[in-house]
């Protein structure tokens, strides 16, 4: 049965979700009633004062498609939440609380999986806890950077305990990084489009959670160019528009990178948290 939320965001969303051919069409109305409630924290953030950054960046470059990459055998769909900058396994709880939406209503009775990505090393036992405590659904990838492609690259820790080092980044100049004395650390990356490619079936409902304090503007570009990016339902993206990166994408190459997911049938929704 619909819940009343489904019938609020009305036929047109409805239609994209069977057309892709999902059955788990209220689940995925239910998480569209995060967008008016994020949306004004979305506003005020982007008013913030603009500090100009250096990326460090790996020497690899975007991998968007590559035929040797191969795919999960998996037939049962799922929800499947592939959480970007995952801290301490914060989210993965509010995604269990139904906070990204009722997991109740994931395909197959409720089934799911989680993929945890997350550069900084003090999060690592958290998150393979996580993994320990929900074996087979969560898969843990401490002490790893969300990126573009496979390779390595410095990362600088945000100390600050009291914000769960939330501005911890692959920048060195970021300003949480300077305040904290730009402590480095050496980590592998993941790509990102990668992880999607091997682990998701065209059944599952997808959510992208994607914080990852300034990378983001090298990671939607690239997703643009994967030629299934459509078996992402929803991205939920924190925009780091209070600073400037050195990212060779410009922002109209990134909003234009935007609008190519939503083209593509990616839903972005206005997203803001207070916590990493």
Request: contains cysteine.
């Amino acid at each position: 049965m619909m819940s009343s939320l489904t019938l609020i965001l009305g036929a047109s969303f409805l239609s994209r979700a069977a057309a892709l051919g999902f059955r788990n069409a209220t689940f995925a109305a239910s998480v569209g009633s995060r967008n008016s409630s994020q949306q004004a924290l979305g506003n005020v953030v982007g008013h913030k004062v603009q500090h100009s950054l250096s990326m460090t960046q790996p020497a690899c470059q975007c991998v968007a498609n590559n035929p040797a990459w191969v795919p999960t055998t998996r037939t049962v769909p799922k929800c499947i939440f592939i959480d970007l900058g995952a801290a301490d396994g914060n989210t993965l709880k509010t995604f269990l609380s139904n906070g990204y939406g009722p997991v109740a209503n994931c395909p197959s009775g409720g089934q799911w999986e989680a993929y945890l990505v997350e550069a900084n090393p003090q999060f690592k036992t958290a998150l393979d806890t996580e993994a320990t405590t929900h074996p087979g659904m969560v898969h843990a990838m401490g002490s790893t950077a969300a990126y573009v492609c496979e390779g390595t690259t410095s990362f600088y820790i945000d100390t600050n305990a009291a914000n769960n080092h939330w501005g911890s980044s692959m920048s060195k100049d970021h300003p949480d990084a300077i305040a904290s004395g730009q402590q480095q650390v050496t980590v592998p990356t993941v790509n990102v489009v990668q992880l999607i490619a091997q682990t998701v079936i065209p059944g599952d409902w997808v959510m992208l959670k994607v914080d990852i304090e300034g990378a983001e503007y090298d990671l939607v570009p690239c997703l643009a160019q994967y030629t299934n990016v459509n078996l992402v339902d929803r991205m939920f993206l924190e925009e780091h528009t209070w600073f400037k990166t050195e990212s060779a994408t410009t922002p109209e190459q990134f909003q234009a990178a935007k609008q190519t997911l939503i083209s593509k049938g990616v839903d972005i929704p206005e997203y803001f948290t207070q916590t990493m």
